[in-house]
């Protein structure tokens, strides 16, 4: 089945984007810097804006999007929703930020930016569960997606954190890191394991990318970052890059599995 | 009441002759490329000796619990209310493709020139005045079948009826439910569809 580029990156994009916002919001319950919380704040939002262009542009007729609002138990209302709500939490966010004003309202919206990034991530894979492609039609799926979009923004918040100097929040960024990386490694083999792309002709793509640069990498270089050092922007920077690469490599790997019962008229989307 | 219409396919009768398909080509003037209704040639499927090869013609199977309804964000996949024939408003599609990917059988297609998606109707501007599907009137060998599987007087319900039940047949079923009957006896080979 052809890769949906848009489809990819929309969820890679804006689950980046969502998780590193999660970060932000866990770093609001320590006392560590604050240094990448600004910074932080406006590339989740940019991330979040992006990744929402990324999946207008998979519709041949977006004018016509605004029909969804009729029909509000669809995925892709869900997903427009969730991808809504984070933007709108990142933004008031932000405002109180910026006011110095709002403290217990901050916490509250960290928690529930972090909620809304576990709930988006899961609705948007969830979204793909389809009896008609046997592949796809397992919780794997959009805990893969859940993962492996926690390894990107984790990662990337790390990567904000080495950019910044902001080094009393480089522990729990590359903990986090390392956590993250850790789960998208585990939840990334089951999919694997479960669709068979961990064993046909896209395991390469999914072993070297999905598994090693998408889960290990952020892992390793997490746990490396974490206490500061001259490398530690390197390995930040190398985290980052493998979060992300992963996280797209995981949703084109779901694609190129996702044969149907049947294909009859032969069509690749 | 809704009804339950949908073609029955006698495959004993079937020729292969892509009557059917080029009939749905010329009467719903579908693109080349584009298909709402296509036959494909199925085997050879088994092991020698005992090896069988029919046409399949395929189009949308009017499933019951149909996914692509489901999965349609506006409604324009839909279920028209009086005829119960699954259909597509063109003006609400937002070319999502989430019903391609719904569909279990890959026989909803992509038109290019109004980026939309499309399927058989059924011929639904044809029966609505009492004529048959184009397919079902072209058909050479009389192979096909319209009309209301709940109305033990319409012409589906008549040829299903002179058959067993092991002798009737749908495309693998994942929930969905297909309408779409296809009868084939183990006298001219065997059904192999979802093995």
């Not at chain 1, 709930?119 to 009896?131: E, I, K, L, N, P």
């Not at chain 1, 694997?192 to 896209?202: E, K, L, R, V």
């Not at chain 2, 396919?9 to 080029?22: A, F, M, P, S, T």
């Not at chain 2, 000796?49 to 999965?71: A, D, F, G, I, R």
Request: hydrophobic share 45%.
């Amino acid at each position: 089945m052809a890769i949906q580029w848009s489809l990819v990156l929309f969820t890679a994009i804006a689950g980046a984007g969502a998780w590193l916002f999660a970060c932000v919001g866990a770093s609001e319950f320590k006392t560590f810097g604050t240094k990448a919380v600004w910074p932080s704040s406006i590339v989740a939002l940019v991330l979040l804006i992006i990744g929402g262009f990324a999946s207008l542009s998979h519709l041949s007729h977006p004018e016509r999007v605004f029909g969804a609002l009729g029909h509000p138990t669809s995925g892709i209302f869900t997903e427009a929703l969730l991808l809504g709500l984070t933007a709108l939490c990142v933004i008031v966010y932000m405002v109180l930020l910026k006011r110095e004003t709002g403290e217990k309202a901050r916490k509250v919206l960290a928690v529930v930016g972090i909620i809304l990034a576990v709930v988006f991530m899961f609705a948007c894979g969830s979204s793909y569960m389809m009896a008609s492609r046997a592949t796809w039609n397992s919780i794997a799926l959009p805990l893969g997606y859940l993962g492996t979009a926690a390894a990107s923004g984790c990662s990337l918040y790390l990567l904000m954190c080495a950019i910044v100097k902001d080094d009393g929040a480089m522990g729990f960024a590359g903990l986090a890191s390392t956590g993250a990386g850790a789960a998208a490694t585990v939840l990334s083999l089951v999919f694997g394991c479960t669709s068979g792309a961990a064993f046909g002709s896209d395991a390469p793509v999914f072993w070297v990318v999905v598994v090693v640069c998408g889960g290990l990498v952020p892992a390793v270089c997490g746990w490396l970052a974490r206490k500061g050092g001259d490398k530690t922007l390197a390995y930040a920077a190398i985290a980052c890059a493998g979060g992300l690469a992963g996280s797209i490599a995981f949703r084109a790997v779901m694609w190129m599995v996702g044969t149907a019962v049947m294909n009859c008229f032969g069509i690749t989307l | 009441m809704t009804k339950h219409n949908c073609i029955v396919v006698n495959l004993d009768k079937c020729l292969g002759c892509y009557g059917c398909e080029v009939a749905c080509k010329m009467e719903n003037d579908v693109a080349l490329g584009e298909h709402w209704s296509k036959v494909i040639l199925r085997g050879p499927l088994g092991e020698y000796p005992n090896m069988v090869k029919y046409p399949l013609p395929t189009m949308c199977q009017q499933c019951e619990n149909s996914p692509c309804v489901h999965v349609c964000p506006t409604g324009a996949s839909y279920r028209d209310p009086d005829t119960g024939i699954v259909l597509i408003d063109k003006e609400k599609c937002i070319g999502c493709k989430y019903c391609m990917m719904a569909c279990p059988y890959g026989v909803r297609d992509w038109n290019v020139a109004t980026k939309t998606v499309e399927k058989c109707t059924l011929c639904g501007h044809l029966t609505a005045q009492g004529e048959l599907p184009a397919c079902v009137k072209s058909c050479a060998g009389g192979a096909r079948f319209y009309g209301d599987l709940d109305d033990p007087d319409s012409d589906v319900s008549k040829e299903l009826a002179k058959y067993a039940a092991s002798d009737i047949h749908t495309l693998p079923d994942v929930g969905n439910a297909p309408a779409t009957k296809y009868i084939m006896t183990s006298i001219h080979g065997a059904w192999k569809e979802g093995e």
